[in-house]
């Protein structure tokens, strides 16, 4: 008997639901191997906590959209390519793959390229009060996505609980798109990616903004990520933070002890970015609209404007100024001629609450120049001894042992750092 199928279209994207007659569900008892797009979508449309979903070599078109997939805690539902040295490549179409309000999936090593908006966009399916969690991105690699416009390679909003690990993104949208970004997500880990465009273009390789908090940013590469290769924070529109913004009321978070009655509301905090290699790109990091981050341990090569920036996009008076940030343990090396400067600080921010402590700074071509103009003063930097990196020509940021900079930058990174 011929299985049902209904389609409806949602937010650009396809989805399919499928009657239960004629139809294979995929369950935790056995992997099953899908071959082309008719069977791929019939098989993530019935998947069952602890579904195994394997995806043949071969190219598969875009545009796959599923709405409510739910695994279990110990349960998850994975879909993966059948062999990681050959993955399946998802191709073209207005996006590569939506998931709206999904919990416990895992996409492990598959390929999204063309997409004309996102590669990948997972979303809470705008119920603010259940968002999209425990999700993990695997092995992905994304390519080529969107051109001049808001084009993300993975969007994430309101989603909790993640991970994104071991993944390559490559060239995204130019007008304001990121890598990855993040609106109103919490509690997640970005971790061993490479992330990489072709120049400084107005872009960002990791955003998170629109309440995102509790974020960690760990041993990735950037290589010319945008103007801004994390960008913690930004701007948001009111409607879409996660949770949303509450009128009135809560004083914790006041600036100045204020006794004001408006709750103080950020883009972001509580981020961390640690062990990061910075190669390139206009600024490795900036705090736009941030209350609280840490940046610690990374490796910044050659940055062409700044090696940070302090910003505030969102003027509204209840959101605090970006505030707050630890800038320690990093290794900057640059050319005076090729930047702006160390610090970029723009209006509206409250740079006095920043603290810098124990960074490395050397300008390669006039080591008298390496001492940075900071916005406050710094504890135990060093400055001008030569950090001697293995080989950058060939990519390799490390230092030997005799180094003195063997204790700041990624390569001294460590969990018990």
Known sequence: MNSKRALWFVGGVFFAALGAAGSRVASASEAMLVRNAQEFRNAVSTAKPGARIQVAPGEYPGGFGFSNLRGESG??????????????????????????????VELRNLAFTGARTNGINIDDGGSYDTPAHHIVLSGLRVTDIGSNGNQDGIKLSGVDDFRVEGCTIERWGIGGGSAIDMVGCHNGVIEGCTIRHAGVF???????????????????????AGDRAVNIGGST??????????????????????????????????????GNVFIGGGAAVGFVGCDGAIVRFNTLYRPTRWALRILQETRDPDFVPSRNGEFSDNLIVF????????????????????RFARNFWYCENDPARSRPALPTQEADGIYGQNPQLRDPAKGDFGVGPQSPAARCGAHAYSSES
Do not use: M
């Not at 390519?81 to 919990?103: E, I, Q, R, T």
């Not at 050319?335 to 920043?354: I, K, L, Q, S």
């Open 75 to 104: 349960k998850p539902i994975v879909i993966e390519a059948a062999d990681p040295k050959n993955p399946p490549v998802f191709k073209g179409s207005g996006g590569g793959l939506y998931l709206s309000d999904p919990c416990y």
């Open 202 to 224: 107005n872009n960002s390789g990791v955003q998170a903004k629109g309440g995102s908090s509790d974020i960690v940013v760990r041993r990735n590469r950037f290589e010319n």
């Open 237 to 274: 529109g009111r409607p879409f933070f996660r949770p949303p913004l509450r009128e009135g009321g809560d004083k914790s978070i006041a600036p100045n002890g204020s006794v004001a009655p408006a709750v103080f509301h950020y883009e972001a905090r509580a981020i961390t970015v640690e």
């Open 335 to 354: 050319r005076w001629n090729e930047w702006r400067g160390a610090v970029n600080v723009g209006p509206g921010t409250a740079p006095e609450t920043f």
